[in-house]
Every structure is written in C-alpha cells, then in structure tokens.
C-alpha cells in the first residue's frame, strides 16, 4: 500500500471499528491505488480519498413484525447512501442474519466503484436487515417487506436512491416492497425500485443479468488467452439468482457446470446441473441443493458441509456470499488446472486467495467487475422507466453484453496503462476511483 494511504486507512479503522469486511474491501482499492497516487498526487488533494470512504448518508432503523403465530420480532433495517457524485445511490437490499452495518458499507463501497464501471448515471449505496427469511411464510415475508418499506420510503426515490434485490430479496420481496411504497406515498414511481416484475414496469434480463453478465466477462478474458467455454468444467457456488444464471449462460456456450451449493452444502452433477429441476426447486419450491440430488438420480451426489472447491474444473464461478473461498481452497483450484475465476457474488474470495491467483497465471475478475451486469441491466431498467417503454430480450441483452465487453476492455486497458497487464483488480479499482473522484472534484467539498 502506498505510504500515503497507510495513515487513512489507520484512520478508517479506527472510526469503523469492527467492521472487518469494510476494512476488507477498503483495503482492496487501497492496494491497487499506489500508482494512481504516484502519477496523479493531487488525487490526495482536498481529501478525496478519506470522503470516498466516509458514507453520506447511513440510515438504520427498527423493523417490527408480526408472525403468523402473533409473536412480534424486531429487526434492524439498514441503508447506507454511499456516494452520489454520478448519480442517485444505487444498490441492493440484502436479507439475511449476518447482515450489520460492516457488511451494508462493504458492500456499498464495493458499489460506488461498479457502478462508475458500467459508465451509467448511478451513485453507489446498499442496504438490507438481518432478517432471516428462511422457513418463513409469504403472508410474513409481506408483513416484514411492508413494515422495513414504513420507514425506507422516505428515504428513497427515483431521483435519490433506487434500491434493488440481492440475497434473500428477490421479485416477491421488490414486489411487496414496491407496493408499500405506492400505498404511502400514492406516487406509482416506477423508478424507485429495479428488479419489478415484467408487467409492471421490470426489465426482460434483469433476472438473468448478474449471473449472465459475470459468464460474459470470463468470456472476454478467455479470448485474450484464445481460450472459450466450450467443454470446460465449470465449477460454480451458490444456488440462487446469480449461480443459476451464470449456469444457464455457460451452458449455452457449450460448457458442463458440474455443481452448485447452498449453505447446507453442494452437489456434484457429472452430467451437467439440469437446470429445470434447480430452478423448480430453487425458484418455485424454495427448496434445498439436498432435494436436487434426491429427485436428479444416480449422476448427482450431495455432499453436506465440505467445500464445492475440491471439485476439479478449469473455470471457477462463485456466486454465493463473501469470503466463500479462501486461501487453501484457491490452492486447490489451482493443483486442479482453473484457469480463469470470476466472482459472481461479491468479495467471494479471501485476499489470500486474490492474491494467489494473482501469483499464478489465472485469469481473475472481481466482483465489481464480473458482476456489474446486473446493475447495468437495472440502470436499463430505470431508462425504460424513464421513457415508458419496454424493449425485447434480444435487445436488452444485446446491451448488457455491449456492457461486459466495454467494462473488460476498460479494465483491461486501465490495467495496461498502470504497467499491471492482466491485473483485472487494478484495472477495475483505478478506472473507478479516478471516474468518482473527478465528479467529486468537479462538485466541490460537499
Ligand atoms: P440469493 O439469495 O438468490 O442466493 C444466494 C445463494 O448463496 C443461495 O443459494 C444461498 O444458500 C447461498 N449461500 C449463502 N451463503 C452461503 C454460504 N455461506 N455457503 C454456501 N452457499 C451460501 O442471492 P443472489 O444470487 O442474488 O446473490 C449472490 C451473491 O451475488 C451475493 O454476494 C450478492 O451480493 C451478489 N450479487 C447479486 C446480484 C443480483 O443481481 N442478485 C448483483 C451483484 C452481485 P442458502 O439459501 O442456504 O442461504
């Protein structure tokens, strides 16, 4: 780390004590910046760096509810409004009991950086509780998206944040959340929420973005190597929005994905996942990787706990949750023959584990890169809403890799002129840093 970044980062820790995957996630811009600084010393000037890691706005509120026994649970409810030099905020909602502040800044911070990539009008923020939605009824699920929307809905708007989906909030949540919204502010403001339904007012691709979108970034670093997906191994984690696109999406380019997992552990599939029987189980039943592998037959084995990396393949999607794979397993995946990673979720690998594909010749694309595709494809979601129009899948998807393929390049390229080639990290972290800190600068010190 550059020596003049070192006593920010003292001071970053000390004013957010505890929040160990903040601290992770600054400290992964801050390795990559040394020649930022080193070429550009006025990026120091007038504090930028300390107000890019400093939140606007952070919000966090009580969220009661009433079960269906008539037992009242209070949660917390989160939104941090991160940065909006280049628009409005601009993140996800998370639900799940591992949600507190850390986590929402991490991942607003992550935000700020991949939204500036996808060259859209949008800030960065995030938001979530540490609700659990598992086993929990759709009537409870309502009662909890109603009562965490009395308190966000003024906080938010089409102008000012526009919150979406992530773990634990999919289209049934953006759906009651959205309908709280209109009750209170009789507003139908489309663009307040992305992620929608497709009759009203969602994008065709917004469902499949992230996971489709992370397989087109690998797609375009394969090619640098004249490498594609066809016949490879993918070994991917998670079961959830992001891995069972980024399923579909590798297996129309020819490659066998050969597992997937949730929290209770993974499945090996030697045929391939059979993505009908994951998304009835996954999307419609909300049912558990143990199901598949009972109702798959004889090609699929559970394996309970464990870790999906001991599975050889030459391309590694994780597509679960952060620091999903670290060190040992990243060896691993190495000694059996990976040659490209691309974080589908976000800081799903360890430093250790950047570090050592960085070490090796494994192409690695981080999260705010890979996953980028979905955000981009709700910033086309908030266009349409914007013009009241409604585009096909084709074009829509048409755009999205349109997205990918200028977010590689300009990784690509930014990694090149820092004299880092193939240093997808770098490359991701610079040309997002230096587009936020110009608006900032532009703006003055607010
Ligand atoms: P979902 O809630 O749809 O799915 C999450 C999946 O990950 C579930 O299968 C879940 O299993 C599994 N999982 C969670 N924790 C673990 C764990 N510790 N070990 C193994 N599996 C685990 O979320 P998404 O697919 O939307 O999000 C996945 C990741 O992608 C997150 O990091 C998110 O921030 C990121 N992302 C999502 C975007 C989107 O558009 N949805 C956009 C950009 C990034 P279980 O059900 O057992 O918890």
Redesign the pocket.
């Known amino acids: 780390m550059h020596e003049k970044l070192i006593p920010i980062r003292q001071i970053i820790t000390a004013r957010n004590p505890g929040e160990s995957e903040f601290h992770q996630a600054v400290d992964e811009v801050f390795e990559s910046l040394g020649p930022v600084v080193a070429r550009h010393p006025e990026v120091l000037d007038s504090a930028i760096v300390e107000r890019i890691c400093e939140p606007e706005r952070q919000i966090i509120f009580r969220v009661p509810w009433v079960d269906d026994q008539g037992e009242v649970h209070i949660n917390r409810g989160f939104r941090v409004e991160f940065n909006s030099a280049l628009g409005p905020y601009k993140g ?1 909602l ?1 639900f ?1 009991p ?1 949600v507190y502040l850390g986590i929402v800044k991490f ?1 607003g911070f992550e935000q700020i950086f ?1 939204n500036a990539l996808t060259g859209m009008p949008i800030g960065g923020g995030k938001g979530g509780s540490d609700f659990d939605p ?1 086993g929990r009824s759709d009537a409870e699920i309502m009662r909890f998206c109603q009562s965490f929307m009395t308190e966000l809905y003024r906080h938010i708007g089409e102008y000012t944040d526009v919150p ?7 289209g049934r949540e953006i759906g009651y959340l959205f309908g709280q919204y209109k009750r209170i502010t009789n507003r139908y403001e489309s663009g307040v929420l992305t ?1 929608k339904g497709l009759s009203w007012g969602g994008s065709l691709v ?1 469902t499949e ?3 489709y979108g992370a397989v087109m970034f690998a797609e375009e670093m394969l090619k640098t190597q004249g490498k594609t997906f066809e016949g490879r191994d993918v070994i991917v ?8 696109y980024a399923i579909e999406r590798a297996q129309s380019l020819g490659a066998k994905a050969l597992t ?5 552990g ?1 499945v090996v599939d030697k045929d391939g996942i059979d993505l009908d029987l994951l998304k009835q189980i ?1 999307e419609v039943e909300r049912g ?2 143990s199901d598949y592998a009972e109702r798959r037959g004889s090609s699929a084995t559970y394996v309970a706990g464990g870790s ?1 990396w001991d599975v050889p393949g030459s391309v590694a999607l994780p ?4 620091n ?1 794979l670290n060190g040992r397993q990243a060896k691993t995946l190495l000694e059996n023959g990976v040659v490209a990673v691309a974080e ?5 690998c360890t430093t250790d584990a950047v570090h050592l594909f960085q070490e090796s010749d494994v192409l690695f694309a981080p ?1 705010k890169a890979a ?5 981009a494809t ?1 910033a086309l979601e908030m266009q349409q809403n914007a013009s009241r129009d409604s585009w096909s899948f084709e074009h829509t998807q048409d755009r999205l890799q349109e997205i990918m393929r200028g977010i590689h390049e300009t990784c690509a390229e930014t990694a090149d002129e820092y004299g880092m080639p193939g240093n997808y990290v770098a490359g991701a972290n610079i040309s997002g840093f230096i587009k936020v800190a110009r608006a900032m600068v532009a703006q003055g010190i607010i």
């Open positions: 996800g998370r799940h591992s991942l991949k598992s979406a989906g992530d773990i634990g909030v999919g992620g917004r973005a992230t996971g984690s998670g079961s959830g929005n992001v891995a069972i997937a997992s949730d929290s209770g993974y996954k558990r990787m999906v597509c679960a949750t952060q999903e589908g979720a976000n800081m799903p999260g996953n980028a595709g979905g955000v709700s």
